[in-house]
T-cell receptor, first 114, second 115 residues
Framework: AQSVTQPDIHITVSEGASLELRCNYSYGATPYLFWYVQSPGQGLQLLLKYFSGDTLVQGIKGFEAEFKRSQSSFNLRKPSVHWSDAAEYFCAVVRGIGFQKLVFGTGTRLLVSP | GAGVSQTPSNKVTEKGKYVELRCDPISGHTALYWYRQSLGQGPEFLIYFQGTGAADDSGLPNDRFFAVRPEGSVSTLKIQRTERGDSAVYLC?????????????FGQGTRLTVV
């Protein structure tokens, strides 16, 4: 079954430093992958998605992610973190005949230190 | 509306009671989804509607859970004989169409606490 694993429960990054959040997927074919962000009191917001083509995907808020088939990974990156980026980040893959079900990882909580 | 609206935002109920959680999707969105997010976990799929019908309810944990969408817009998630293990944030999402290439927009959720 398709699933995603986020090995880091918490990550602390200094403001202005670079960020990389890890996501590994398990699926035989090319998966459809997503990154969502969940801020306190806010709903889940889509940052970016990968379906096919260019393996480096640009998203909103300065985020990008790179699909690496050889490593079964879809890591999220940002070159310079802002305090407002502190939130919970979820990697997800779609399942279902019509690709209608999102399967989420357990999330990584990002803390930003001054 | 501007986004997916869920009411109430918080609900505290006693064990064994019946609860209803409401979701107002974005106007014109034909697909509607319910997810459940337990503490420290990612959201888990419960059920998905295409129009008025439940196209996939494979995520409902048992027959105490039921959801309807009678007019193809507002949806209600119903939980009978609530248990403490039902405590979680229930998220609703909607999308314009179905498929991986369509974005699902999430509401802020209803936090259900069963005491």
């Amino acid at each position: 079954a398709q699933s995603v694993t986020q090995p880091d429960i918490h990550i602390t990054v200094s403001e202005g430093a670079s960020l990389e959040l890890r996501c590994n997927y398990s699926y035989g074919a090319t998966p459809y992958l997503f990154w969502y962000v969940q801020s306190p009191g806010q709903g889940l917001q889509l940052l970016l998605k990968y379906f096919s083509g260019d393996t480096l995907v640009q998203g909103i808020k300065g985020f990008e992610a790179e699909f690496k088939r050889s490593q079964s990974s879809f890591n999220l990156r940002k070159p310079s973190v802002h305090w407002s980026d502190a939130a919970e980040y979820f990697c997800a893959v779609v399942r279902g005949i019509g690709f209608q079900k999102l399967v989420f990882g357990t999330g990584t909580r990002l803390l930003v230190s001054p | 509306g501007a986004g997916v609206s869920q009411t109430p935002s918080n609900k505290v109920t006693e064990k064994g009671k019946y609860v209803e959680l409401r979701c107002d999707p974005i106007s014109g969105h034909t697909a509607l989804y319910w997810y459940r997010q337990s503490l420290g976990q990612g959201p888990e799929f419960l059920i998905y509607f295409q129009g008025t019908g439940a196209a996939d309810d494979s995520g409902l944990p048992n027959d105490r859970f039921f959801a309807v969408r009678p007019e193809g817009s507002v949806s209600t998630l119903k939980i009978q004989r609530t248990e403490r293990g039902d405590s979680a944030v229930y998220l609703c999402a909607s999308s314009q169409t179905v498929g991986a290439n369509t974005e699902a927009f999430f509401g802020q959720g209803t936090r259900l606490t069963v005491v």
